[in-house]
């Protein structure tokens, strides 16, 4: 084994991929049961992500595999069209992906608005924490975003009275124990076990506790070999796509995931000094990983923020460290399937229940609103979409107000009128001058005293159309009659925009 920098494989990347993979494996088996699929299916996720998605990737350091991100759109696929649709759709994504990474559109995805990017990252949050809020209890969660929001004081109620000899309060004490365990390792660890992930910590303590005690919760349920689970998606299934919904279903999930994924590498390119990410060749990786996802039934993937931060943290030099950790995930679930079921479900909730909390991240909020009003209601008008909507119909809506934004900015037209001395008055028009703004143009030089000598002062233009040239022209012609002259004060208005026009010139 070669600790030579630039070798293909290195001591540091064979540590690493120890962290990821410990950091991976409760957010596998979390995810999947946030979902609403058996856990087997999201660490076959995570396997392919390792194995597949790390071997191809065009960004060097990050890591794939389920991600929270996507547990909306999953267990809402789920609870609209039956889990026998789950593969239809992330193979058909994961194909759009791969399409995208060939004709080069990666990088395109980089486009999208901060505002929106945080505001999807704050809705998915909300989401998932009160979803999980009473998957920590035992309980199940309701029917909607805005239903789980509005019973979490019913989950509470239950998580400290017992009813009907239920255990959800012990589920709840479970859970707690998760987070607080979490939190304090987090806080408070020694320098020499710093790459040992909380996450870890706060599973291994309850699953200890759980099994000393024989408590009667719910645990982890995998099947004695883990490729009894995986059931390649027949072909008669793909008539469901005749249905429009899946056909936006599908479109949904190859935009969120390929988004999350490219703005995640972007993100690990800020954390590590060295080789950048080919987007078109990690949106490609993405598409073979979610293609194979989608045939074998399982969980769709995408680059996750959580695992490659811990994968630079941990030293990581190449995607060796990635490709790794999926041969752990895959040595455990075959050699010791029996280890995992007695994690405690309630346990990995509570792990989802801080990992929604984290997503929302106030300083993300705080960050957005330094750039304005306009970009922090747009991050607003997109989690209230998608909590009380869906998650594309939010993504979708905090877009569409990004590019009215947009439009809005780069149409905008001042226009100042001071009269001088004698027959003097001074126009001063700063902004885009469009046939948008037309109207405004117009108005302002009809209200201009005839005989009048009109300075026209131009330098603050960013953009004139042929429609506001126009206008001009003809204005000019028709006050000419009335001994008023249009004098422009910026000489190279006409070599801009390379047209002739008759208006009177300061040399």
């Known amino acids: 084994m070669s600790e030579r920098r630039g070798t293909p494989f290195q001591l540091a990347d064979f540590v690493a991929s120890i962290v990821v993979f410990l950091v991976a494996l409760p957010l596998c088996l979390g995810i999947a049961i946030a979902s609403g699929v058996p856990p087997a299916l999201g660490l076959v996720a995570g396997i392919i992500g390792g194995l597949v998605v790390g071997a191809l990737a065009g ?89 789980n929001l509005l019973s979490i004081p019913e989950a509470i109620y239950k998580g400290i ?33 710093k790459l040992i992930p909380g996450a870890l910590v706060g599973v291994s303590i309850a699953t200890g506790i759980a099994a000393v005690m024989q408590l009667p919760i719910r645990y982890v349920d995998l099947p004695e070999k883990l490729w009894e689970s995986v059931e390649f998606t027949p072909v ?109 479900i309630a346990a990995l909730a509570a792990i989802l229940v801080h990992t929604g909390y984290k997503l929302v991240n106030v300083e993300n909020a705080k960050q957005v609103k ?11 008008v997109t989690i209230a979409v998608i909590v009380s909507v869906d998650l594309l119909t939010g993504i979708m809506a905090g877009i569409v107000l990004s590019i009215a934004k947009l439009v809005f900015k780069v149409t905008r037209l001042w226009i100042r009128v001071e009269p001088g001395e004698g027959n003097r008055v001074d126009v001063y028009i700063e902004g885009a001058a469009t046939f948008l703004k037309l109207p405004t143009l117009a108005h ?36 000419a009659e009335y001994g008023t002259k249009l004098i422009v004060e910026w000489s190279e208005l006409n070599r801009r925009y390379h047209a002739p026009m008759s208006l009177t010139r300061v040399a």
């Open 444 to 479: 302002a030089l009809e209200r201009i005293p005839n005989g009048s000598d009109v300075h026209l002062h131009v330098q603050r233009l960013l953009y004139i159309d042929h429609s506001c040239m126009d206008l001009l022209r003809s204005w000019e012609k028709q006050q």
């Open 161 to 193: 009275f017992p009813v009907d000899g239920s255990s959800h309060h012990i589920a709840a004490v479970v859970g707690i124990i998760t987070i607080v365990s979490l939190l304090m390792w987090n806080r408070y660890k020694p320098e020499r076990l």
């Open 59 to 147: 960004s060097p350091l990050q890591v794939s595999g389920p991600a929270a991100g996507l547990v909306v759109l999953v267990w809402e696929l789920i609870q609209n069209f039956g889990l026998a649709t789950l593969g239809v759709v992330v193979l058909c994504a994961g194909l759009i992906q791969v399409a995208g990474g060939l004709l080069g559109i990666g990088r395109w995805f980089r486009a999208v608005s901060p505002a929106v990017v945080n505001g999807m990252l704050a809705g998915i949050g909300i989401l998932i924490l009160a979803s999980q809020f009473h998957v920590m209890v035992d309980d199940s969660p309701r029917a909607s975003g805005i239903l």
């Open 236 to 344: 008669a299934s793909f008539a469901v796509l005749a249905n429009p919904a899946v056909i936006v279903a599908v479109i949904g999930m190859a935009f969120v995931a390929s988004a999350e994924s490219l703005l995640c590498a972007v993100a690990v390119d800020r954390l590590h000094t060295g080789p950048r990410t080919n987007f078109d060749r990690e949106l490609f990786a993405q598409g073979v990983g979610n293609t194979l996802c989608g045939a074998l039934g399982a969980l769709p993937l995408t680059g996750v923020i959580v695992r490659s931060s811990a994968n630079l943290q941990a030293g990581a030099k190449t995607r060796m460290s990635a490709i790794l950790h999926g041969l752990w995930l895959l040595i455990l679930v075959v050699t010791l399937p029996f280890v995992l079921e007695r994690i405690p």
């Open 370 to 380: 330094r750039y304005g009003w306009l970009p922090f209601l747009i991050y607003l």
